[in-house]
């Protein structure tokens, strides 16, 4: 597939009247919709969708009307996944169950979209409620293998250059792994950063809303327009970068390994301190059976009430976590609630006393898998860090046998816009082509 250079600051950046830059976004939108979608079925599938943007074009239109600019996103195509409910498109998360039973009001994040003037470019496909459960979407690299779960859909819409932006969630991978598979920037700001509401939750003490872009620039782009009170910043030395020592480290394939050295002595050439570090968690805990059982208690939580109803309707394994989750006791979540508190306090305690700007592994453990081996991603080099609330973000910065791999940067917990400067001088270096 010839994927297509869609950058979301190209588009802003657009210089005609506002009337007819719409029309001819909405209609390039739909041009790549019909060629690229059947090979890759990014989106959920949608009767009326030219009927429906239409709807958006005139509604845009309306709002414009009397005002002298263009709002920053206008007629921007962005893709929503579907476990987000956006007015008017029918939430099913991935899921059998009745779109009634799913049924909410739109997420705040989709209204200030609007608001910037973008235009809902449709629901993008999620594995069941971003657990787990067959997807239709392909990889855009090589539809063989998988695009990545849960955000599957966002990502490859992005990778394929069908839209410029996309927004998915996070509760272990779900926004690393495709960004990683994928070959675009997937970024995951810090737990409670960006509002939840309106959001189908899987696990709320994960849950994060993430972002996805070709580039580094447009990622910078929607982060200052999306992320409430987001303050930008500027650095002029490169970051002090830590790696986890222990176990953390060891898992991912022998390439990824190779390919990752090779990046951290790239950067040590060019001036970077680069810092292994013991870090204040036990090694069972990255192994993520107990974040899992986490997960499964707080998801057993969410859906107690529709799961009495349409039990039947859902997946085998996702109704087979609910199942198990019913049985973890409220004491233990609170004590892994309590346990995520403490070891935010202690990595950001640690980067303060080595003096790090980072922390850097691959973004995945592996490349994107084939689609036969049923797996959608690995959650060990993000989960740990999704714990823990903090912001992380993969830049497309490595390429293994045609397929991509993501370079993962990681902040502390709250300081998300230090993230992303300190990811441009990063990425600078190892990937200037994705600024």
């Not at 490595?398 to 990063?426: H, K, M, N, T």
């Amino acid at each position: 597939m010839q994927l297509v250079r869609n950058s979301l600051n190209d588009l802003i950046h657009n210089t005609e009247e506002a009337g007819s830059s719409l029309r001819k976004s909405i209609d390039s939108y739909l041009t790549r919709f019909r060629e690229l979608e059947p090979q890759i079925h990014a989106f959920v599938p949608e009767a009326r969708l030219e009927q429906r943007l239409k709807l958006e074009q005139e509604r845009l239109l309306a709002s414009l009307a009397g005002t002298a600019c263009k709002p920053a996103l206008w007629g921007i195509p962005v893709g929503i996944k579907d476990l987000i409910h956006v007015k008017d498109l029918p939430t099913q998360a991935g899921s059998r169950l009745p779109a009634k039973a799913l049924a909410g009001v739109e997420a705040s994040i989709v209204t200030r979209l609007r608001e910037l003037g973008a235009v809902i470019a449709g629901k993008t496909v999620t594995e069941e409620f971003a657990y787990h459960g067959p997807i239709a979407t392909l990889n855009p690299h090589n539809p063989e293998h998988t695009p990545g779960g849960s955000s599957a859909g966002s990502a490859a819409a992005v990778a394929a250059g069908l839209c410029p932006l996309a927004v998915g969630t996070q509760t272990l991978r779900s926004v690393l792994a495709p960004a990683s598979f994928c070959g675009v920037v997937g970024f995951k700001p810090s737990y409670n950063r960006v509002p939840l509401d309106g959001v189908i939750k899987l696990s709320p003490s994960f849950d994060t809303i993430g972002l996805f872009a070709q580039d580094l620039s447009g990622m910078e782009t929607a982060a200052e327009l999306l992320i409430p009170e987001w303050n930008a910043r500027h650095v002029s030395r490169k970051p002090v970068l830590g790696i986890p020592r222990g176990v953390y480290m060891e898992l991912m394939s022998d390439e990824v390994k190779h390919a990752f050295a090779a990046q951290v002595q790239s950067l040590e050439q060019l001036g970077y301190q680069v810092k292994l570090v013991q870090m204040p968690w036990e090694d069972e805990l990255i192994y993520g059976n107990a974040m899992l059982r986490f997960i499964q208690g707080e998801m057993a939580r969410e859906h107690a009430e529709r799961f009495g109803v349409y039990e039947e309707f859902y997946g085998a394994s996702v109704r087979e976590a609910i199942l198990s989750g019913a049985a973890v006791p409220e004491e233990e979540l609170a004590d892994c609630r309590q346990l995520q508190l403490e070891l935010r306090a202690k990595l950001k305690k640690l980067m303060d006393q080595e003096g790090l700007d980072l922390w850097v592994s691959p973004a995945q453990g592996g490349t994107a898998p084939r689609l036969e081996a049923n797996n959608t991603g690995w959650p060990g080099m993000t989960a740990i860090w999704t714990f823990a609330g903090c912001p992380a973000i993969s830049i497309p910065a490595a390429d293994i046998g045609g397929l991509p791999l993501g370079f993962q940067c990681v902040g502390s917990y709250g300081e998300d816009e230090w993230l992303l400067a300190w990811a441009r001088q990063v990425a600078l270096d190892l990937c200037p082509d994705k600024i």
